[in-house]
C-alpha cells in the first residue's frame, strides 16, 4: 500500500518542484516585480513546512531589536486563522486585540508575548505598509516568508530543523507532497543568514552531500531553553522539579512534537499519558471533552501542554476550571549571539 502511495505522489511532488523552480527564475530574472517598503525588513522561514522553530526566532528578534531602540513590528499570514485579509492583531506596548481564533495561535502568542505592534495579512506588502502607517513601526519581522518573495527583505533568515538535515524521514527531503519540502537545497543561496535549530540536542556538523548549499553563508547553531513552567491562568512560573513524580496529561498540537516530549522526558516528567493532535490544532468543544475524559481516566495531578497550544486552551479557562493546566514556556539560544546580533542590528 505504502508503494502504491508512494508512486501516485511522486508525479505530484515533480510537478510541485518544477512550479517553484518556475516561480524563483521569474523573481530571479526580474520578471516578478518586487516592492519595498519604508521599514527595515527581516524575514524569517524555512525550506520546510512546520517544526522548525520560526515563532521562538521571531521573538528573539523583536525583543533584540526593542533592546536596540527600534521600533518593530510583526507581520504574518496568519496560519489557521478564521478570518481573511488584513487584521490589525496588537498596537505598540498593549495586549492582543483580537481573540486567537482571528489572528492565529502563532501571531497571538509573539504579540501577547512581545507586546510590539502585529498584524495578520496574506499580501505581505500590502500588509507592511498599513501596519507602517498604523502604527509607525520602524522595523518589521516577517514571520514564515522565505518563499513569499513580493516583498523585499533587507535580510533573509532561513531557519533549518537540525534533525531534517541530520535524520530525515524516507521521504522527508523531497517536495510537497511526498515529502515537507517547500523548496529544494539549492535556495539556501537567497539567504542571508542561516539558523540550524538543534532545539535540545546537541549540534551536529552538517552532512557531506550538503555541504555545498551551505558553503560561503553565515551559518549560526540555534538551540531551545527551558525557561519554566507557567500556570495556564494565572500566568505564575513553577520549576519543573515540582511535578516530578506526579502523573500528568501531555497535550500538543505542534508539528513534530519529538522535541516537546522529548525535553519533558529528560526532565524526569512522564509522558505515558498524552494526547497528540495535528499541527495548529483549532480545539472544540469535543477535544475538550476528551481532555476531561484522559486527565480523570488516568488520575492525573495536571496537563502539560506546549505555549501555542496554551494560547488556544484558555478560551476554554470555564470549561477546565477543575483541571490545573500549565504550559513550557522556551527560549531561542543562539551560539555566536554576539556576531548573529551586529548582523541584525
Known sequence: MKKVFHIFLLPLSAVYAFFIRLRNLLFNKGLFRVSKVQAKVISVGNLTYGGSGKTPATIYLLELLKRYGKVPGVLSRGYGRKTRGYLLVNTTGNSPNLDVTKSGDEMFLVADECHVAAAVSENRVDGA?????????????LDDAFQ??????DIN??????????SPGINDQKPIPLGIMREGFEETRRADIILINSKFSQP??????????????????????????????????YPI???????????????????FLNLIEKSGVSIKNKIL?????????????????????????????????????????????????????????????????????
Open 129 to 141: 505598509k498599513r501596519l507602517i502607517k498604523e502604527t509607525g513601526v520602524d522595523s518589521i519581522v
Open 148 to 153: 513569499h518573495r513580493w516583498i523585499h527583505r
Open 157 to 166: 533568515i532561513l531557519m533549518i530543523d537540525q534533525r531534517f538535515i541530520t
Open 204 to 237: 551536529e556538523r552538517i552532512p557531506d552531500h550538503l555541504v555545498r548549499h551551505f558553503e560561503g553563508k553565515k551559518v549560526f547553531y540555534c538551540y531551545y531553553e527551558n525557561s519554566g513552567i507557567f500556570d495556564l491562568k494565572t500566568h505564575k512560573s
Open 241 to 259: 522539579d515540582e511535578f516530578l513524580g506526579q502523573e500528568s496529561l501531555v497535550i500538543c498540537g505542534i508539528a513534530r512534537p519529538y522535541s
Open 277 to 345: 493532535f495535528g499541527d495548529h490544532r483549532d480545539y472544540t468543544p469535543g477535544d475538550i471533552q476528551l481532555i476531561r475524559k484522559k486527565f480523570y481516566e488516568t488520575n492525573s495531578h495536571s496537563v502539560l501542554t506546549t505555549q501555542k497550544d496554551a494560547v488556544k486552551l484558555y478560551g476554554y479557562s470555564k470549561e477546565l476550571d477543575d483541571i490545573d493546566i500549565y504550559y513550557l514556556k522556551i527560549s531561542l539560544k543562539i551560539e555566536n549571539e554576539e556576531e548573529f546580533n551586529s548582523l541584525i542590528i
